[in-house]
C-alpha cells in the first residue's frame, strides 16, 4: 500500500528537480561602447539587470536577451541619440549568464530651434528671463529630454514663485525629426495675473496681536514672492520661539489679485537647560551650565543666563532682550558679564556691563551701545611666577566706550558649509576720558570664506583674516581684552594662545596696538564625517609699524560628529629660532 504513494511523490517532485536543475544563479550585463551615464541609462532600462541575483531559467534568458537590444535603443533615445545601434552576446559562464551590449550610439539629435512664449509682464521679471535663457541655450545643443524636463519645469515654477499663480503652460511640444538629426522645441505659457499679499494670519502664537509682524519681509500689497515666505519661515525658526513653523499662501482662497497668508504655529518649550563638559586648547577642561527663557512674556522678552568654568576661563553672564515693532526685527540688550581670565601671558578679573540695540540693516546685523569696563588684570605672566617677578606688570581700570558693529554671513548650509562667508567689523571710542582710565579708539575686521571643490565637493578651501588697530593715550591702562595678541586655535596655529605679540625689555609679551592674521586650511573627506586637513597660518600683534609675522603651519583631523564639527589639528612654528616643537589645537563649533 505504500509503493504507490511513494512513486505519486515521486512524479509530483519531478517537475521541482526538473525545474531546480534547469535554473541559474543570474545574469551578468556588461554595457560596451559608451560612456558611464549612459552605461547606467541602459543598464537600468534593460530588464535582463534585474535578474543579477535573482534565479532564472534558460528560457528566461534567452528571452530577455531577445529583448534587451531593443531596450537599450529606447533607452539612449531621451539622450538624444534615435539611430543607435546595438550588437548582443549571450555566454554562459560556470552557472550563471554573461550578457554583453556593443553600442554604436551614432550621431545624436540636435536642437535646431527654440521657441519660447511669455507674456511681457512675465520677462520684465530677471528670475523668469533667466528660467527661460536656460531653456533657450539649449539650441544647436544634442537633445535631452532630462534638462529639457527640468528647465521647462523651473520656469513654470519661476512663474509660480513671482506671483503668476494662475499660470498656465498652453503649448509643450518637443519635435524630433530624426531623418535630419534636428529637433525643435515649443513652448508657451499663459501667464495671467500676477498676485500680491493679501493679510498675514498667524495661527497659534503665544503672543499678542500685532508683535509677530516685526518677521514679516513684506507688506499687504506687494507683490507675491515665494522666497520672502522663505525669509518669514527662517525667520520666525532663528526666533527661537516656535517648536513647528508652517508658511501656507492660501491659493485655492485667492481672490481679486491677492493671496493670503496662513502661518501656522506651536510654541516650543519656554525655559531650557543646558550644560555638560567642554575641552578647549584655549581654555582647558571645564563645564558649562545655561538657563534660558525663550519668551518671559507676552511681548517676547528673553532672557539668557550662562555660567562657564574651566581650566582658564570662568565667566558668569546675563543678557536681558527687549523686541521692539518693526520689520527690521530691532531689539534692545542689556547684559552683564563677570569675566575670570588666566592666559599663557595674562591674567584679568573684569566686570562688563553693556547696554545696546540690534537691527536689521541693508542684510546685516547692525549692533549699537554702551559699555562699561572695569577690573584689575596682570600682564607678562607666566605660568605660576609670583607677581613681583620683574618685566610683570599690574593695572587696574574702568573705561567707559561706545561700540558699534557689523556683522553678516550667508552660506548654503550651517550645519556644514560648502560655500560660504562671513564678515564682522566693529568700533570702539571713549568719550575722550570722560569717566575713563584712557582714551580708546578701535577698529577691528574679521572675514571667513569656505569653498568647496572636486569630485562630489569633497574638497574645502578655507581661507580667513583678522585685522585691528587701537589709538590710546595710556595703553598700559587698557585690560588685556582690549589689546591685540595671536597665537591660539583660531589665531596663528602652532602657537600658545595669545602667545605672540610686542614683548618688554624682559621679554615679556605685553599685546599690542595693531593686529594682522590671515590662514588658509585645505580640507579633504574621505567620508561624509571624516577628513583630513592641511594649513599655514600667518600673523602677529604689533607696534606702530613693526609688523613681523609668525609662520605656523600643521595637519588636522575633522569629524562631523554628532555634537558638531569636531577639528583637531597639530601645529608647529616655522622658521622660528625661539620656538619648536608641536602644539596641539582643539576646536568644537560651527564652519561660521
Do not use: C
Not at 119 to 148: F, S, V
Amino acid at each position: 500500500m505504500r509503493r504507490p504513494h511513494r512513486r505519486l511523490a515521486l512524479f509530483a517532485l519531478l517537475p521541482l528537480l526538473l525545474f531546480a536543475s534547469l535554473a541559474q544563479a543570474g545574469v551578468q550585463l556588461v554595457v560596451r561602447g559608451v560612456d558611464e551615464p549612459l552605461q547606467q541609462a541602459i543598464a537600468a532600462s534593460v530588464e535582463l539587470s534585474q535578474y543579477a541575483h535573482r534565479e532564472v531559467s534558460e528560457a528566461q534568458i534567452r528571452r530577455l536577451y531577445a529583448q534587451a537590444p531593443a531596450q537599450a535603443k529606447a533607452a539612449l533615445e531621451p539622450y538624444g541619440y534615435y539611430e543607435a545601434d546595438v550588437a548582443a552576446q549571450l555566454q554562459p559562464a560556470g552557472k550563471d549568464w554573461t550578457v554583453t551590449l556593443d553600442v554604436r550610439p551614432g550621431e545624436p539629435v540636435k536642437v535646431a530651434s527654440v521657441d519660447v512664449q511669455l507674456d511681457a509682464a512675465a520677462l520684465a521679471l530677471p528670475a523668469i528671463r533667466r528660467a527661460r535663457n536656460t531653456i533657450e541655450r539649449m539650441r544647436g545643443k544634442r537633445l535631452d529630454h532630462a534638462a529639457y524636463d527640468a528647465a521647462r519645469d523651473a520656469l513654470s515654477a519661476a512663474l509660480t514663485a513671482n506671483g503668476f499663480l494662475d499660470a498656465k503652460l498652453v503649448t509643450r511640444r518637443v519635435e524630433v525629426n530624426t531623418a535630419q538629426r534636428s529637433a525643435a522645441i515649443r513652448l508657451a505659457w499663459q501667464a495671467g495675473t500676477r498676485y500680491r499679499y493679501g493679510a498675514v494670519q498667524f495661527e497659534g502664537s503665544q503672543f499678542r496681536e500685532g508683535f509677530l509682524d516685526r518677521y514679516v519681509p513684506f507688506k499687504p500689497g506687494d507683490y507675491f514672492d515665494q522666497d520672502q515666505l522663505l525669509q518669514l519661515q527662517q525667520a520666525l525658526n532663528g526666533a527661537d520661539y516656535f517648536a513647528v513653523v508652517n508658511v501656507l499662501p492660501q491659493i485655492d482662497e485667492k481672490a481679486d489679485g491677492r493671496v493670503d497668508i496662513k502661518v501656522e504655529l506651536a510654541p516650543a518649550k519656554r525655559t531650557i537647560y543646558t550644560g555638560g563638559p567642554f575641552i578647549g586648547t584655549d581654555t582647558g577642561f571645564g563645564v558649562r551650565a545655561g538657563v534660558e527663557r525663550r519668551w518671559v512674556n507676552r511681548r517676547g522678552h528673553k532672557w539668557k543666563n550662562e555660567l562657564v568654568l574651566a581650566q582658564r576661563l570662568k565667566t558668569l553672564s546675563t543678557l536681558y532682550s527687549i523686541p521692539m515693532p518693526g520689520d527690521n526685527q530691532r531689539s534692545y540688550n542689556f547684559g552683564a558679564n563677570f569675566r575670570d581670565a588666566n592666559t599663557s601671558t595674562s591674567q584679568s578679573r573684569t566686570l562688563e556691563l553693556v547696554g545696546n540695540e540690534t537691527r536689521q540693516w541693508h542684510g546685516w546685523t547692525r549692533t549699537v551701545g554702551l559699555h562699561a569696563l572695569s577690573g584689575t588684570f596682570t600682564v607678562g605672566k607666566r605660568g605660576s611666577e609670583p607677581d613681583s617677578t620683574p618685566g610683570i606688570e599690574h593695572g587696574s581700570s574702568t573705561l567707559l566706550f561706545a561700540e558699534a558693529s557689523l556683522a553678516r554671513k550667508q552660506a548654503d548650509n550651517y550645519d556644514f558649509v560648502h560655500d560660504g562667508w562671513s564678515l564682522g567689523f566693529a568700533a570702539r571710542s571713549t568719550a575722550g576720558g570722560l569717566l575713563s582710565s584712557a582714551s580708546l579708539g578701535q577698529l577691528t575686521a574679521d572675514a571667513k570664506w569656505i569653498h568647496a571643490f572636486g569630485a562630489k565637493r569633497r574638497n574645502r578651501l578655507i581661507l580667513r583674516g583678522s585685522a585691528g588697530k587701537t589709538w590710546t593715550d595710556d595703553f598700559a591702562a587698557l585690560p588685556p581684552q582690549l589689546r591685540f595678541f595671536a597665537g591660539g586655535d583660531r589665531s596663528v596655529r602652532g602657537y600658545g594662545y595669545q602667545s605672540i605679540g610686542p614683548e618688554n625689555s624682559y621679554g615679556r609679551v605685553l599685546g599690542g596696538h595693531n593686529l594682522l592674521v590671515t590662514s588658509a586650511e585645505v580640507e579633504h573627506y574621505f567620508t561624509r564625517n571624516w577628513g583630513i586637513a592641511t594649513f599655514v597660518d600667518a600673523g602677529n600683534a604689533f607696534d606702530g609699524t613693526d609688523y613681523r609675522p609668525k609662520v605656523g603651519a600643521g595637519l588636522g583631523v575633522r569629524w562631523r560628529s554628532p555634537v558638531g564639527m569636531i577639528r583637531v589639528d597639530l601645529g608647529t612654528p616655522i622658521h622660528d629660532s625661539q620656538r619648536h616643537g608641536i602644539v596641539l589645537h582643539l576646536v568644537i563649533g560651527p564652519d561660521l
